[in-house]
């Protein structure tokens, strides 16, 4: 197996048990994309222990900062984080994705459309919308997504 494929049987094994698992890597791309929780260690000491988007949005320690600068957003911040929560009306018509989604895995999706695409919640109510425009937005952090 390649590294990929494990690591999508690692989540779908994790989604099966319901259990916690505590993995452990040197690889923080490895990490942003298996876990719900990281904790990141200086000298056997835990300096912080986080989501993936506040560990990468709000460093606790300067060490964290640098550790994590150059980690793009887009690969741990949701979609909700972005959205356009007002809904004007139902548009059964457009591109939907999950308010849960991570940006980088639907950005091209998004990208690809001219509009904005619907954002749903995890009963497919729709409960916004991303322009392209978001996207563009986070990935070169400019605007009002700019840190």
């Not at 000298?43 to 506040?54: C, H, K, M, S, V």
């Not at 320690?61 to 984080?81: D, G, M, Q, S, W």
């Not at 919640?121 to 563009?136: E, L, R, T």
């Given at each position: ?14 989604g ?48 964290v ?83």
């Amino acid at each position: 197996l390649i590294r990929k494929e494990m690591q999508d049987e690692f989540l779908r094994l994790q989604g099966v048990l319901n259990k916690t698992i505590l993995f452990i890597t040197h690889d923080f791309d490895e990490a942003l994309r298996l876990a719900d929780r990281i904790a990141i260690m200086k000298d056997g000491l835990i300096e912080q222990l986080d989501t993936p988007a506040n560990i990468v949005l709000n460093p606790k320690t300067e060490y964290v900062r640098k550790f994590t600068e150059e980690v793009p957003r887009e690969k741990v911040l949701k979609i909700e984080a972005i959205m356009d929560k007002s809904v004007n009306e139902k548009d059964t018509n457009k591109i939907s994705v999950s308010k849960d989604a991570i940006i980088e895995t639907v950005a091209e999706k998004i990208l690809s459309q001219e509009n904005s695409v619907n954002v749903l919640d995890d009963n497919n109510n729709i409960v916004g919308s991303v322009k392209p425009s978001n996207i563009i937005q986070t990935v070169f952090r400019t605007g009002k997504e700019k840190s």
